[in-house]
């Protein structure tokens, strides 16, 4: 499965490599991580990371395959 997750403000290189996993793009006042998530357990362990880091997740959501 395929997810976004999008984060409020733009991330530093060092924080978007906190998330090999996923690639990333900055937009306007957010950075968007996307890629594939194998099973829920991946997706909940990305959800802990960004909280660890102190990220605030705006929206998260699966993207159609």
């Known amino acids: 499965m395929r997810y976004e997750i999008r984060i409020e403000g733009h991330l530093s290189e060092t924080l ?30 990305l959800l802990t990371r960004c909280q660890s880091l102190g990220l605030r997740v705006m929206e998260m959501r699966q993207l159609p395959e």
């Open 16 to 45: 978007a490599n906190a998330f090999p996993e996923l690639e990333h793009v900055v937009m306007s006042c957010q950075t968007v991580l996307f890629g594939t998530v194998i099973d829920e357990a991946q997706l909940f362990g």
